[in-house]
């Protein structure tokens, strides 16, 4: 089952035994919440009320769930993506 928290804009994937949760930051990029016991989305959304709101800063960015190539980072990317005119690097944004 998947449920979404607009408030705190946030997903929760859950299976019997487990759940995944992610949030979006205030500039949309996904953030890790929680991965593993079941738990509900109140339960989901108290944990992410419980970290950190944005990048901690320094060379890691540290909790970004799905990083793309392009700004300040510096490791390996989850996602590349390459247009047409050559640009390689995006911003992620939230459209609901």
Same mark, same amino acid.
């Given at each position: ?23 979006? %930051?205030?500039? %949309? ?68």
């Amino acid at each position: 089952m998947i449920t979404y928290d607009s408030a705190a804009r946030l997903w929760l994937l859950r299976t019997p035994g487990t759940s995944y949760a992610f949030r979006l %930051d205030a500039d %949309d990029v996904p953030r890790h919440v929680h991965w593993g016991r079941p738990l509900s989305p109140e339960q989901a959304v108290a944990v992410a009320a419980d970290l950190p709101a944005e990048d901690p800063g320094g060379d890691d960015p540290g909790g970004e769930e799905y990083a793309v190539e392009g700004g300040l980072r510096f490791g390996a990317p989850s996602l590349t993506v390459r247009f047409p005119d050559g640009v390689r690097g995006f911003a992620w944004r939230f459209v609901s």
